[in-house]
Nanobody
Framework: QVQLVESGGGLVQPGESLRLSCAAS????????MGWYRQAPGKQREFVAG???????NYAGSVKGRFTISRDNAKSTVYLQMNGLKPEDTAVYYC????????WGQGTQVTVSS
């Protein structure tokens, strides 16, 4: 079983940056597909970014060029560097791990407001 704990959320002004972290339990982190999703008020949860076990990345069009997903297998941690934040990025951000089954973290709030 995989347990995920997100951190790094907070309140920032438009144009600023945040770095989210997701620490994963389990002994096979290097084999997990890892992703970030978000859910804004009144909207469905949506895919933000993903990274494969081999390091391949993909992004939602709305964040491409601004967000970067990375992983540190030695630390069993995935990161989401968010630059140039916009008010529409405001959401609860969730970490997801896929290794046969899908596992979700509890989420961390990101609020972008002036």
């Amino acid at each position: 079983q995989v347990q995920l704990v997100e951190s790094g959320g907070g309140l920032v002004q438009p144009g600023e940056s945040l770095r989210l972290s997701c620490a994963a339990s389990g002994s096979s982190f290097s084999s997990y597909f890892m992703g970030w999703y978000r859910q804004a008020p009144g909207k469905q949860r949506e895919f933000v970014a993903g990274i494969s076990s081999g390091g391949s990345t993909n992004y939602a069009g709305s964040v491409k060029g601004r967000f970067t997903i990375s992983r540190d297998n030695a630390k069993s941690t995935v990161y989401l560097q968010m630059n140039g934040l916009k008010p529409e990025d405001t959401a609860v951000y969730y970490c997801k791990a896929v290794f046969r089954l899908a596992y979700w973290g509890q989420g961390t709030q990101v609020t972008v407001s002036s």
